[in-house]
């Protein structure tokens, strides 16, 4: 997708929930390997879903954007490892959704299982901090001719910390990620990697 998500899929286009998690789940354990840590383990990978679900209603936040999210930030890996923001700020990003400033993570558990508190709190960060961007997004001018549309602008601003209305949401990314918003619809239309 190109441009500023006026065109793209609408959120009645987007797969449903449980489509996207009988999809993006199986893949949780390459988004470990990849990264050589441990896999997840059932318990773990239920209180992702258990957490997401919660808690994205808890914001006002559709919870297909969070999971994808968490697919495109970590691949579901709950041990994955913090990353940092380009210098000079050198801001962790830790966790599920490496989130801005984030507080929790599973990172250097190895083996050991991640508990269901730190998970809630991967998700807990990541989505609070996301749902200030819809908020946001909401609020610029021109504002976006949609909700879907809302959170694409939403998901450039998570990835690169701006946003002009009217800009392409694949050309607009600085630092960061440039074709982060076009991944997170093809993700949200359910495409599995």
Same mark, same amino acid.
């Given at each position: 997708y190109t441009g500023d998500g006026s065109t793209w899929p609408t959120m009645d286009k987007w797969a449903s +929930?449980?489509?996207m998690w009988?999809? +993006?789940?199986?893949l949780f354990a390459s988004g470990c390997t990849s990264k050589q840590l441990p896999t997840n383990s059932p318990a773990e990978t239920a209180n992702i879903k258990s957490a997401i679900q919660t808690i994205s209603k808890q914001h006002s936040v559709d919870e297909r954007v969070i999971l994808a999210m968490v697919?495109?930030?970590s691949g579901g890996c709950a041990r994955v490892k913090t990353t940092t923001s380009p210098p000079p700020d050198n801001i962790p990003n830790p966790g599920l959704m490496q989130d801005y400033k984030g507080s929790h993570n599973c990172e250097g558990f190895g083996s050991k299982e991640c508990p269901k508190s730190q998970i809630d709190g991967m998700i807990e960060d990541g989505t609070s901090f996301f749902a200030e961007k819809v908020k946001g997004a909401g609020a610029l001018s021109p504002a976006p001719k949609n909700d879907a549309q809302k959170y694409y602008w939403a998901l450039r601003i998570y990835n690169s910390g701006n946003y002009k209305p009217g800009d392409n949401l694949v050309g607009s990314a600085g630092a960061a990620t440039a074709p982060y918003a076009s991944d997170m619809a093809n993700r949200l239309m359910g495409v599995a990697w």
């Open positions: +929930f449980d489509a009988t999809k +993006f789940s199986p697919m495109q930030e």
